[in-house]
């Protein structure tokens, strides 16, 4: 039997989960559970035996597990991979001391229909799979004793999503332990109405639990800087028992203010004593800030005009699928920071929190979506089956979860809803629309709630609800001059734009011929490629979209468009738009499913940040004679000049609101060099040189050092090469990995949307010259060697240190 043994004092050094200095308790619930697939009567009871079961750590996706094929239920445009039912369980111990406690479990989400029992109670059902929610135990604890809890999964009903959903427990999962006089669940929440360079006032309403007992108690209140200096303190007597929240208001003096960047956060702590004793102690994150969106002058942050530059993002991770890793995610954030995002749209339901805590730390402005369909159904499985009985509850939980999040500036309560539509007496659009704004409203009244629609004419019923503070807009980037026509004096955000389509390294001449696949949303791709790409060049685009160089276009040349957000950050497992089987995952991405940049990153880097760009592509290893077209993304620069095996083939600048240059070339095999200049001298140099045939391999490893914490993961990328080091653009030989040390392989990639390899495994063919391993951290110090190797190339090696 394995089993984790809670709520006592640790011996050698730990910490007694109970010691006065901290009572709130909240335990990483996540190691140790039983899995296993499919639904048997009996599997919930205490004394089922589970011994034959699968032992896993959360969060866990058990579809990323499976093997693509078509055939499967979610579809290929849910990822073509499995769904089902799966069950976990997971024995306890709670000493005979914690009796009297208040106990409870937290789930951050689980993918989907999960039910909970606890010895063998019945806790309740939540069918949607993107919500956080809590049970409390206390009443059915055995204390003293062992207990079981076990969860089932039911992801069989599919399709029930348009993208890759993953199945299983796939977020955090935490045991908490608190007095019986306790600050709520979600119970704190902040505000600061006035904001000013020398003060802001700090409201915060705390909701306190503490059943029918009517007792008074001290409150103290406390803020806290980033270096945990106490700046204010307000204590009050107080009444509990009566339902209501209790208010307090401090002052802080030449606050600081939080931005994207400098996202400088304090803390509010509430304190909770009775008779001198402290019960509880709630930590709630403040970023002070003061922002507005004009119908004209679009957005502004801390009094200062900005644009929100900002992508989609959905919920995978990639080859680690939906089950969520603080340091992928972390990761996924610092390569769009690199190339100038400041904002994140969480298409199309609510985000983990961590997520949310990581954007509060690293600068990013979020817009928090709840719903992609509401009483109307997308798909035959879809929420729309849940809608009557669970929107409310579920919209409730995600505002009060995430409204101390200093990055959330914007609720979206819904995207390209059906009930957009309507004439007549079908307006159920517009009675929709006010209630769900009226439930966030009733919860927070400091942001804006908008939707992303996709029908942006006159009659969308959601609009003429009145009841928006922002209209969003789904692509229509040739109507946005036109928005103050359609709407007076509304105020605009590109909720979601551009859907260009690409493939990492492969290019469709001519640069300046697009293709725009499907022909229409409707209709199946009748031409295409067939190797399955799409054209890096920038060329190739759903009839619905854009370029990227034309979304940007007008989006930075219009004040009253106060952000957007490109579809896609990253490509995504499922909606492998424009092609279906045997593509398996999104082409939107600008960065693929890898998280290797795709061409358009430097595009987005030389016109989102002030830093020095330079890219030249495609590769250069093409036929003797071929016409290329050679493309140049350049910034801090007036110029940039191409040779060719030394001979110059003229300089080019940008010219009237373009953001590129292009050469028409004859191809000779060798070197193409690229300069930059600025008033004549020479801001950058980029060079690439024709590859030989395939030599040998290369490791680089994102991190060398990480935490030996069972969860930390480097991300090692696989480079093919000839023998000077150029890259092989078109290589696809198969490597192999061996790991030596504390740690495993977590998964391999190598970014192509329609290889099926499977994603756990210790081999990966390479795609268009890369490959990626995912090296995740056993929970011992170690020295890790990963070695890569493939047939007829030399092996390489990069060394990896787990620190405790």
Same mark, same amino acid.
């Not at 000493?95 to 999960?114: E, L």
């Given at each position: 039997?394995?089993?984790?043994?809670?709520?006592?004092?640790?011996?050698?050094?730990?910490?007694?989960?109970?010691?006065?200095?901290?009572?709130?308790?909240?335990?990483?619930?996540?190691?140790? &559970?039983?899995?296993?697939? #499919?639904?048997?009567?009996?599997?919930?009871?205490?004394?089922?035996?589970?011994?034959?079961?699968?032992?896993l750590n959360l969060p866990h996706d058990w579809s990323i597990e499976g093997k693509f094929d078509q055939k499967h239920p979610a579809t290929v445009g849910g990822g073509a991979l499995p769904g089902g039912t799966g069950w976990y369980r997971k024995q306890f111990q709670v000493?005979?001391? *914690?009796?009297?406690?208040? +106990?409870? !479990?937290?789930?951050?989400?689980? %993918?989907?229909?999960?039910e909970v029992w606890i010895n063998g109670h019945y806790l309740g059902k939540r069918p949607n799979g993107y919500i956080a929610f809590r049970y409390e135990l206390t009443k059915y604890l055995r204390y003293g004793g062992l207990n079981t809890i076990a969860v089932k999964v039911d992801n069989a009903q599919q399709p029930n999503s348009r993208w890759y959903s993953g199945s299983g427990i796939y977020r955090d999962v935490k045991l908490i332990t608190l007095n019986p006089i306790h600050v709520a669940q979600w119970g704190s929440y902040v505000t600061t109405p006035e904001v000013s360079n020398q003060s802001v006032k700090v409201d915060v309403a705390l909701q306190v639990n503490s059943g029918t007992n009517k007792q008074t108690a001290v409150l103290k209140t406390i803020v806290l800087d980033a270096d945990k200096k106490v700046l204010a303190t307000n204590t009050q007597q107080v009444q509990l028992g009566t339902g209501q929240p209790i208010n307090t208001t401090l002052l802080i003096k030449n606050p600081i203010r939080w931005s994207v960047d400098h996202p400088y956060l304090y803390t509010v702590q509430s304190q909770i004593l009775v008779n001198g004793k402290l019960l509880d102690r709630y930590d709630t994150p403040l970023g002070i800030r003061s922002f507005s969106f004009n119908s004209h002058k679009g957005f502004t942050l801390n009094g200062k005009a900005m644009k929100i530059r900002g992508v989609c993002m959905h919920h995978d991770l990639g080859a680690l699928g939906a089950a969520f890793n603080l340091r992928a995610a972390e990761r996924q954030l610092e390569i769009l920071k690199s190339m100038g995002v400041n904002g994140i749209r969480t298409s199309?339901?609510?985000?983990?929190?961590?997520?949310l805590e990581l954007c509060d730390k690293m600068g990013f402005i979020v817009m928090d979506e709840a719903f992609d369909m509401w009483e109307k159904k997308k798909s035959e499985f879809d929420y729309h089956l849940d809608w009557a009985k669970w929107h409310k509850? =579920?919209? $409730?939980?995600?505002?009060?979860? =995430?409204?101390?999040?200093?990055?959330?500036?914007?609720?979206?309560?819904?995207?390209?809803?059906?009930e957009q539509g309507g004439t007549g007496a079908d307006t159920s659009g517009r009675v929709i629309t006010r209630s769900l704004v009226?439930?966030?409203?009733?919860?927070?009244?400091?942001?804006? +709630?908008?939707?992303?629609?996709?029908?942006?004419?006159?009659?969308?019923?959601?609009?003429l609800s009145g009841a928006l503070d922002l209209i969003g807009y789904n692509y229509n980037h040739d109507k946005w001059k036109d928005f103050h026509k359609t709407y007076p004096g509304q105020k605009l955000i590109a909720s979601e734009t551009t859907s260009a389509l690409q493939t990492r390294g492969s290019y469709d001449m001519k640069s300046d011929s697009a293709r725009i696949w499907p022909v229409r949303w409707d209709l199946p791709l009748l031409t295409g490629n067939a190797d399955f790409s799409c054209s890096a060049y920038d060329n190739c685009y759903t009839p619905w979209g854009s370029s990227h160089e034309q979304t940007l276009q007008a989006f930075e040349n219009n004040p009253a468009v106060s952000g957007m957000f490109v579809w896609t950050g990253f490509d995504y497992l499922g909606e492998p738009t424009p092609y279906t089987w045997p593509a398996r995952s999104s082409y939107f991405g600008i960065m693929d499913l890898a998280g290797f940049p795709k061409d358009v990153y430097h595009l987005y880097k030389s016109a989102w940040t002030d830093k020095p760009v330079l890219h030249i592509l495609p590769h250069w290893n093409w036929k003797a004679g071929q016409e290329i077209d050679v493309?140049? %993304? %350049?910034?801090?620069?007036?110029?940039?000049?191409?040779?060719?095996?030394?001979?110059?083939? #003229?300089?080019?600048?940008?010219?009237?609101q373009d953001m590129k240059v292009m &050469?028409?070339?004859?191809?000779?095999? #060798?070197?193409?060099?690229?300069?930059?200049?600025?008033?004549?001298?020479?801001?950058? $140099?980029?060079? +690439?040189?024709?590859?030989? *045939?395939?030599?040998?391999?290369?490791?680089?490893?994102?991190?060398?050092?990480?935490?030996?914490? #069972?969860?930390?993961?480097?991300?090692?990328?696989v480079r093919v090469l000839d023998k000077d080091g150029n890259l092989i653009p078109n290589a696809d030989?198969? !490597?192999?990995?061996?790991?030596?040390? $504390?740690?495993?392989?977590? *998964?391999?990639?190598?970014?192509?949307?329609?290889?099926?390899?499977?994603?756990?495994?210790?081999?990966?063919? *390479?795609?268009?010259?890369l490959a990626l391993a995912i090296i995740k951290a056993g929970e011992k110090a170690s020295d890790v060697t990963l070695t890569a190797s493939s047939v007829g190339l030399q092996s390489a090696t990069v060394a990896i240190q787990l620190k405790p």
């Open positions: 039997m394995t089993y984790l043994v809670l709520l006592f004092a640790f011996s050698s050094g730990g910490i007694n989960l109970f010691a006065q200095q901290h009572p709130r308790q909240e335990v990483d619930f996540n190691k140790g &559970w039983k899995f296993a697939l #499919g639904d048997q009567p009996g599997w919930s009871a205490t004394d089922f035996n589970d011994k034959s079961w699968r032992t000493p005979a001391t *914690a009796k009297g406690k208040y +106990i409870a !479990i937290d789930f951050d989400g689980v %993918y989907r229909n999960s199309h339901n609510p985000p983990a929190k961590a997520l509850k =579920d919209l $409730e939980d995600q505002i009060l979860r =995430d409204r101390n999040h200093p990055s959330v500036m914007m609720w979206s309560v819904g995207n390209e809803i059906p009226a439930i966030v409203k009733s919860l927070d009244k400091t942001r804006p +709630i908008t939707t992303g629609n996709n029908n942006v004419e006159a009659n969308n019923n959601l609009v493309i140049s %993304y %350049y910034s801090q620069a007036d110029e940039a000049e191409l040779y060719l095996n030394g001979v110059s083939q #003229g300089k080019k600048s940008k010219q009237g &050469w028409r070339l004859t191809y000779a095999p #060798g070197e193409l060099k690229a300069v930059s200049r600025k008033a004549g001298k020479i801001v950058l $140099e980029k060079i +690439i040189r024709t590859a030989g *045939a395939p030599a040998k391999l290369e490791l680089i490893a994102d991190r060398s050092t990480i935490k030996a914490d #069972g969860k930390d993961l480097s991300f090692v990328t030989q198969l !490597i192999s990995f061996k790991l030596e040390g $504390e740690a495993e392989i977590a *998964a391999v990639d190598n970014g192509s949307p329609i290889s099926h390899e499977s994603f756990q495994a210790n081999q990966r063919k *390479a795609f268009n010259g």
